[in-house]
Structure formats: structure tokens, C-alpha cells
């Protein structure tokens, strides 16, 4: 482990340099149809004794305002590949179930579809964006969807949308064509998938006004060809957006002595960290693919998927992806979120995997019971970064870590909103070693700030039913304004959130 003798971490925050938005769509979420996501997380029914409106759960919808959710991906994920719109509209007894064949092969009663999606979106005040089907579905399908949605005349899709309650269209512009078409979503190879994008995506129109952005389904982890095949003489007027996985996954993991979201030790702790820092070095070589075909950085990079990924939860449905999430996830999630930050030219979009009861999710249900989770915390101090402009971060800190698992101890990033209020975020990684952290502020003094922290003293204390606060943000004590910046120490395993003020 990490040696425990004092060092100093130094920042510079250069507040007159900042030159980048960071999208708010960054901080997107993503609700598939798997597990409990949907099903017995969002959606309970009308008559349901849970509190909600039209079916979907009160509580959750006003956990997701809170942190300013700016956009949610549905209904996958695999399972796009494998969804009829159809279905899922009209009146909730008459329609047709399924098998949701990749996840569980549980009945889908198609309960939860366009309009009831559509009226989450409106609740929680989000961007919707809709993944069609390309593995099993058709143009004609994927089109109608679109004239279904977006359609101002009279029309067969839009006479149907009507009739099932809905008088005007919705504006829709996020449009996934495919989902992994490399994999589930039709094992395809990346020049057969271009040329299927091309296909889909001319039959995805712009109707009434509405303008689609277009997002090509794109590469996982290091499958760079794939980017590099989809860039290449890209067509600028189908593809507005291209897309990316990366999860943190066990699988990608050496050695861990569980493979579980809890009960872990440092070791696995710190190899976890390594494993989520490889999304910059992914990024940093999928984004050289698309500079190459698209130096002006017209093709916005989509990272739709991404977060954590253990073993699930013992006693539950192995294809259900439920995992508990502790201070670990808040980490990573911190940690991934500054790698996001770094590349805010290119980086348009990114959705957390999942938003409720699957993978890193936001929150946990059973039943009329939801405990908020460490990582949906993180989602809270960084609201302040949603569509804030970058301010360049520089930091110079020790390495932590053990054995060949070893990380660069603090990671940090700046932003500065239109109301003049500027936030920084640091994650120390390390477990056991508070830091003292010096901040240089370049283009004024700082003149009112305040701080939060999150962290436990067990790195894998977690939120449950019965103690659903035990990991929240707290006050932090001691952040002194300095004449150059600030100063103040960071405890070990905590994500910290600086707001302050620059005077000329
Ligand atoms: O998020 C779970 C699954 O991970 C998604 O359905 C799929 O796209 C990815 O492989």
C-alpha cells in the first residue's frame, strides 16, 4: 500500500484560460428493459401503493431532477436489438408480451413503452434518447417510429399516436441506430454495420421541424478499427454522433479476491482504479480515429455505456446485473467523470449504466423502500460542471496504489458556471493517506468558498434500506483561502466538491 509519509499535492487552476463547455450530456443516465431497472425500479404501475404519478415512482423521479439528469438512453442496450415499438403502445391490456430473450428470458409485458418513456422524460425535465432496432427490426419499423413520434400532419403513424392519447408530437433529437450491432446487436463486422447505418439512418427523417441526431452505433474497450471504419468517409449529413462502451468491469480485472461489489480489499481496490483509468487511454486513441476523418470535430463522441460491473448480488438473478455500489463506484465514477471533462471538445454525451437496480446504478428499490448510492452523490457535487465552461487543471501529485497496481493519487477537475461560481472536484484515491492539497488560482483571489466531502472510513460502505445515509456528503472543515488559492487536506478514499468565487 501506499507509503504514509506527508506530501504535498499541487494544483493550478488556470480560471482565465477556459476555452470548452463540458456538456451537460455528460451527465446522462441510461433504462434498459433488464432486471428491475424498469420493471419494479421506474415504473410500478398506476396502482401501485408506491407513490407515483401515472405509474412511475415519485421518489426516483425526484432523485433524478435533483442532480439535474440532462438525458436518458432507453430501451437499450442489448435489448434495443430486440424491441418492437409496436408493442409497447396502445391500451397496456391489449399489448402483446414478449420474451426478453438476451436478459433472463423473463416475460416482457411491454407495459413501460414510447408514451410511458416519453412521460418519465417530461417528469424528470431530460432529453429522451431513443435506441432503435437494426439487429431484429427493419427500416420500415425503425421509420415508422420516428413518424409516430415526430409527425406534426395527418398521417397512419401519427392518426395512431393520436388515438393512443397523445395529440402532439414530441420533440425527439438523441436517435441511437443500433445497439452493439458488433455483438448482440447482430454480431455484425464494422464495414457491414456502416453500410446498414447509412442504410437505417437515410430512413431517419426529419420531420415537422424536428431534427434527429443521428448516433452511429460504435466500438467497446480498444476496438479501434471499428471507430476508424465508421469515421471514415463519414456522411455528415446521417451521422451526427458516434458511440462507445466501457465498463469497469471484473472481467478486465488480475487477481481480485472477489469479484463482488462488496467485501474487497485494497489490492482489488486499487486494481479496480487502474481499470477505470484505462477510459483514458481508450479515449485518447478513438478520438485520434475520429480527428483523423473529422479534424473539425463535426461527429460528436457518444460514450453511452459505461460504469462499473461486478459479480451480482448473491440470491438474485445472475442476468439481472443487480450489484450493490459503495465508495468504490463513488470513485470511479468521479474519477471517470474528470476523464470525460478532459475531453470535453470531442466528448458530447455519456450515460451511466444503469440508473436503477442494475450495475452502477443511482439507486436501489425493494419494494416501496430506494436508497440513494454512493456514485448517484457524486452525480449531486458535480451537477454544478453541467455546461460549465473547463477551466484547464494541472496537477502534480504521487503515485498510490500497491504492488503493480499503482495510480496517480489525486485526480482533479475545474469548471466555472455563468453565475460566476466556480467548481472544483478531487477524488484521492488512496486509502490511507490524507493530502494536503495546494491550489494555485490563477486570474484573481478567491472570495467565498465552500466544500463537501464524501467518504467512509470502510472503502466499501454502501447505502442499504435499513441505513440509506451512511455514505452522504458532509460539510468540509478547514479549506483556507489562500493569497494565490486555496489550501486544504482531501481524506484518504473521498471525492471532495470546491465551490468558490474568483475576484478580479
Ligand atoms: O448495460 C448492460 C449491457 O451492456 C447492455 O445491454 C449492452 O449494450 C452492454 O453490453
Known amino acids: 500500500m501506499g507509503n504514509k509519509e506527508k506530501t504535498m499535492t499541487r494544483i493550478i487552476v488556470d480560471t482565465d484560460a477556459g476555452k470548452t463547455r463540458i456538456s451537460r450530456f455528460v451527465y446522462g443516465h441510461f433504462a434498459e428493459h433488464l432486471g428491475h431497472c424498469i420493471y419494479g425500479g421506474f415504473w410500478v404501475g398506476p396502482d401501485s401503493p408506491i407513490p407515483n404519478t401515472r405509474g412511475i415512482r415519485n421518489d426516483l423521479v425526484a432523485a433524478m431532477k435533483a442532480i439535474r439528469a440532462p438525458v436518458l438512453r432507453w430501451p437499450g442496450g442489448c435489448f434495443a436489438d430486440e424491441y418492437h415499438w409496436q408493442d409497447g403502445v396502445g391500451p397496456r391490456e391489449r399489448r402483446p408480451a414478449m420474451l426478453n430473450y438476451h436478459w433472463g428470458q423473463v416475460v416482457e409485458n411491454n407495459h413501460f413503452g414510447t408514451h410511458e418513456f416519453l412521460d418519465l422524460c417530461e417528469q424528470i425535465g431530460c432529453e429522451p434518447y431513443i435506441c432503435g432496432n437494426v439487429g431484429s427490426g427493419t427500416v420500415r419499423e425503425m421509420q415508422q417510429w420516428i413518424e409516430y413520434l415526430t409527425y406534426d400532419g395527418d398521417s397512419p403513424m401519427a392518426r395512431w399516436r393520436k388515438q393512443n392519447g397523445r395529440e402532439k408530437p414530441w420533440r425527439i433529437k438523441y436517435w441511437g441506430v443500433g445497439n452493439e450491432n458488433g455483438g448482440c446487436g447482430g454480431s455484425m463486422r464494422p464495414e457491414y454495420y456502416k453500410d446498414e447505418f447509412q442504410r437505417y439512418g437515410t430512413f431517419c427523417r426529419n420531420l415537422s421541424g424536428n431534427t434527429l441526431y443521428r448516433i452511429a452505433c460504435g466500438a467497446y474497450n480498444d476496438y479501434v478499427e471499428w471507430t476508424d471504419v465508421l469515421m471514415k468517409n463519414y456522411c455528415g449529413i446521417l451521422m451526427q454522433g458516434l458511440s462507445y462502451h466501457y465498463y469497469a468491469s471484473h472481467s478486465l ?9 462488496t467485501g474487497f480489499n485494497e489490492w482489488d481496490w486499487y486494481e479496480t482504479m487502474r481499470v477505470a483509468r484505462l477510459m483514458d487511454n481508450y479515449l485518447r486513441q478513438h478520438i485520434a ?25 448473491p440470491a438474485t438473478n445472475p442476468a439481472f446485473l443487480r450489484q450493490q455500489n459503495t465508495l468504490r463506484d463513488a470513485l470511479v465514477a468521479g474519477l471517470t467523470l ?10 458530447h454525451m455519456a450515460n451511466i449504466a444503469q440508473t436503477i437496480n442494475v450495475l452502477q446504478a443511482m439507486a436501489l428499490t425493494d419494494g416501496p423502500r430506494m436508497a440513494l448510492t454512493p456514485t448517484y452523490y457524486v452525480f449531486e457535487m458535480f451537477k454544478e460542471h453541467q455546461d460549465a465552461l473547463r477551466l484547464p487543471t494541472h496537477v502534480e501529485c504521487d503515485e498510490c496504489g500497491m504492488e503493480d497496481a499503482r495510480i496517480p493519487m489525486i485526480s482533479a477537475s475545474a469548471s466555472r458556471a455563468d453565475d460566476g461560481w466556480a467548481l472544483l472536484t478531487l477524488c484521492n484515491l488512496s486509502l490511507d493517506r490524507e493530502e494536503t492539497v495546494s491550489v494555485t488560482i490563477t486570474g484573481g483571489s478567491v472570495a467565498e ?8 472510513e470502510n472503502m466499501d460502505a454502501h447505502n442499504t434500506f435499513d441505513a440509506p445515509n451512511a455514505v452522504k456528503p458532509a460539510p468540509l472543515a478547514g479549506v483556507e483561502a489562500t493569497r494565490n488559492g486555496l489550501r486544504l487536506r482531501v481524506p484518504p478514499k473521498s471525492v471532495v466538491a470546491i465551490r468558490f468565487r474568483v475576484k478580479a
Do not use: C, N
Open 289 to 313: 480515429a475520429m480527428d483523423r476523418h473529422d479534424p473539425e470535430r463535426k461527429v460528436g463522441f457518444i460514450v453511452d455505456e459505461w460504469g462499473t460491473w461486478w459479480e451480482v448480488e
Open 253 to 261: 480485472m488480475r487477481r481480485l479476491s472477489t469479484r463482488q461489489a
Open 449 to 456: 468558498v465552500s466544500a463537501r466531502v464524501l467518504t467512509h
Open 338 to 347: 474528470h476523464i470525460f471533462h478532459d475531453y470535453a471538445e470531442r466528448i
